[in-house]
């Protein structure tokens, strides 16, 4: 199996801070999975393209970036069954898919990353996610050695959250997804900034708009180093809600299926003041208060302190605790942010 040793991640993550993994596993085949299950002696971290990780550390873990590639897709009367090697791409599968008129993916354009993280965090944009159309995901297990295959049911997809996020963590590999288009397709313009879209418009032309809109609402990780929506949007109990659209009645909020209300964690963060903030190098996005930047820092160490700044602001402020999206590598391995009990 292809390995790298000393090797400098500075280029594959979206902060760009500088991090040195020991060992660098490229695993292409289930021979090198094999191989690889044996090896894995010490901390380790799986690594896609890196938009969602935050290395914290100047050394990081063993990493394992896998390399399967590859796209099939067979159909049945009325649907599309794609299957997608991991390290595909997944803006580049959305178009690859839309261009041949398989509709269904084009709200998920121009989302940075790899098919085989997908799942993970269950992505999602414009009142779509991965969940809607994943049916199976192809997982290899550390220690049975086996390929597994878990439906979608048994990924438990949520918002941001998989069974890969949770209990599945550091215990396997994905190799594959698989995704159902359904043949029949209806554009989802659900969202605002495509819900004044004509009902009859291609899936291109909404693939445009979905790019256009990102791009003018998020910094582009190549000239400004970010990893998108750095917390998650936090949903919490109705009557926590009403008490809160007491105090602040302009603060947007949706009602969800469960009776919950999710807020929208870039509005607090602007509220508390800190939009536009900068300190030490990192700050928080002037147009975009949920995605934290790095302007020029060389090591993750302050975006995880100004994580936690905000953290504790918003807290102070709204007695709301905003989760992480973006993933916290150390030198010991991934680790959840720390809750700070003492505030909480
Ligand atoms: C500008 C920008 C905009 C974004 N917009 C969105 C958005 O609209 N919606 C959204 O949901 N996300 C968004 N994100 C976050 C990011 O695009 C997704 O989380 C994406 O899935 C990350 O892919 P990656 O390959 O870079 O993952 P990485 O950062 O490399 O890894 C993320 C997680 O997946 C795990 N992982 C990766 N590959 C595998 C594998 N083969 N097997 C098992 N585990 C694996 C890692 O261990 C880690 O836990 C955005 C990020 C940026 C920078």
Redesign the pocket.
Known sequence: MKSDFQFQLKKYN?FNVESISPIVFHPQSYDDLLDLSNKLDRPF?????????LFVDEVAPIIIK?HFIGITIDETESTYIIKVA?NEN?HELVCYCVKRGINGLENLAL????V???P??N???YGIELSNYCINVSWFEFSSKKLLELNNQACKFAY?ESI??NELKQKG???EITLELPKCWQANLSYAGLNDLPQDISAIEVMKQVITLRQSK??D?NKLP????FFKNPSIVRKQWQSLKASYPDMPSYPQKDGRVKIAAGWLIEHVGLKGYQHNGVGIHDKQALVLVNHHNKCGQQILELAQYVQQKVFSVFDLWLEP?V?FVYSDG?QELETNNSIR
């Open positions: 979206s971290y799986i690594l896609g393209e890196g938009f969602n990780t896998p991991a997944w989302i940075p990353g790899s085989g993280a997908a993970v965090q992505i999602g944009a941001r890969f996020k590999i994905i190799t998020l910094p990780p970010n990893a998108g929506s999206e993933r991934e």
